[in-house]
């Protein structure tokens, strides 16, 4: 539904963008279009997402279909905002004749749209929320594909407060230089969420070093084995509230590795745990004794 109603605000605010020679509209209407895409992607990526999720051929699960459909949504929303920003610049030193009354319309019907949609998307993040997350759950889960999504008509409404602003000064005081003005200062707020969405995605599919609160946490829950001590851990996002890790254990006596799945089971969002036990029976012992 959000889909659809992006298009066909998209639509109108590249028609009437162009018939009113508003630039804030026009690029609200081509920067839509751009998220018209990414959520297109959103939807896609949930569905390969379920339909592989018992794929064989994929190792760690098909969680990172979603990752991935976030990180080529930031893409186009950083090449969007690009665009949108070198049209704004010209259109700053060349001002054209504006509709004002006209685009004005159109750009509140944008933003109650825009908002519209952020209310139906919110409402998905906290019902999925609600269920991923458990009162003594300790692994954090951020839905970055919904929150790709969400981030797309924020900005979209932040464009759209925007246009209406340059607007109705326009209208006002016949200032047409702040429309393309204002649309440019709005294009700093997109392009700072394009920039942390990138970031956020990019670590998860480069597999980057998980919080050092759940590394504590794991790590503390394997030397909770008798006598074993923890010399290299390496924990990684796989998809939404869903982590795998590899560790190396140094033991006097190796317990059996169903202790050491036992201990990491209490752990909500682990898969694929990879443990590699090693015996040193003259090792200094991790509690402060020698083994025998």
Known sequence: MVAM???AVMGLEVAAGWWTGSMALLADGVHMGGHAVALGLAAGAYAMSRRYARDRRLSLGSGKINDLAAYTSALILAASTAWTAIESAQRLLSPEPLRPTEALVVAVLGLAVNLLSAWLLGGAHDHGHEHDHHHDHPIHVHDHNLGAALAHVLS???TSVAAIAGLLAAGAWGWTWLDPLIALLALGV?????????RQTGAVLLDAEGP???RRQVRTRLEAVADSRVTDLHLWSVGQGAWTLAASVVSHGPAAPDAYKAVLAGLPGIHHPLVEIHACRHCPSPHGAESP
């Open 5 to 7: 109603l992006t298009v």
């Open 190 to 198: 997109v392009a700072r969420w394009a920039v942390g969405l990138l």
């Open 156 to 158: 979209d409404a932040a």
């Open 212 to 214: 050092d609160e759940q």
